[in-house]
């Protein structure tokens, strides 16, 4: 590609021929009955011609050209309104299984609160997660029940600030 773009033809040439069956078989394995690979190969090395002047040299040549190649699939799709389809028995497989939510929530929560300090944390997490009183957790914290809301508050106020929510005064 590199030469090709410094205007030598013979190793433009031989890129693209090379590329297409590539591309053939990228496509035989894709392709749904109804859709010609052929013509998606064609699309693909016009496109890939066409647009070699955005092609960075810095990165591979591949990812660029299958990036054009998955496009070129993804479009033929939409015009064919072709639908890929699982079997029935896979189904399953196409939804999240029970609990995932909560475990990715978790672990997203876990992800969001590392960036306060440990106390604010622990507070937070048994003022507004556990569903302790302010006063619960002012006694198992060892600490006035104004300090916690003070601490709960904060630390809302900051990962607000940070993630682009508010917080709330309802202690």
Same mark, same amino acid.
């Given at each position: 590609?590199?030469?090709?773009?410094?205007?030598?033809?013979?190793?433009?040439?031989?890129?693209?021929?090379?590329?297409?069956?590539?591309?053939?078989?990228?496509?035989?394995?894709?392709?749904?009955?109804?859709? !010609? #690979?052929?013509?998606?190969?064609?699309?693909?090395?016009?496109?890939? %011609?066409?647009?070699?002047?955005?092609? !960075?040299?810095?990165?591979?040549?591949?990812?660029?050209?299958?990036?054009? &190649?998955?496009?070129?699939?993804?479009?033929?799709?939409?015009?064919?309104?072709? %639908?890929?389809?699982?079997?029935?028995?896979? &189904?399953?497989?196409?939804?999240?299984? #029970?609990? &995932? !939510?909560?475990?990715?929530?978790?672990?997203?929560?876990?992800?969001?609160?590392?960036?306060? &300090?440990?106390?604010?944390?622990?507070?937070?997490?048994?003022?507004?997660?556990?569903?302790?009183?302010?006063?619960?957790?002012?006694?198992? %914290?060892?600490?006035?029940?104004?300090?916690?809301?003070? #601490?709960? %508050?904060?630390?809302?106020?900051?990962?607000?600030?940070?993630?682009?929510?508010?917080?709330? !005064?309802?202690?």
């Amino acid at each position: 590609m590199l030469a090709g773009l410094a205007g030598e033809a013979e190793p433009y040439r031989r890129l693209l021929s090379e590329f297409s069956g590539l591309l053939r078989a990228y496509y035989a394995r894709r392709c749904p009955p109804g859709l !010609d #690979a052929e013509d998606l190969v064609q699309e693909t090395l016009i496109a890939v %011609h066409t647009r070699r002047a955005t092609y !960075d040299a810095g990165q591979p040549f591949t990812a660029w050209a299958y990036a054009i &190649a998955r496009y070129k699939l993804i479009d033929a799709l939409r015009r064919s309104r072709s %639908h890929l389809r699982a079997p029935a028995e896979e &189904a399953e497989a196409l939804f999240v299984p #029970a609990g &995932a !939510d909560a475990a990715m929530a978790a672990r997203d929560l876990e992800r969001v609160m590392a960036s306060l &300090a440990p106390r604010t944390r622990e507070l937070i997490r048994d003022v507004r997660i556990a569903g302790l009183s302010t006063r619960e957790a002012a006694a198992k %914290h060892g600490m006035s029940e104004s300090a916690v809301k003070v #601490a709960v %508050h904060r630390g809302l106020k900051a990962l607000g600030e940070t993630y682009g929510g508010s917080a709330s !005064d309802e202690d």
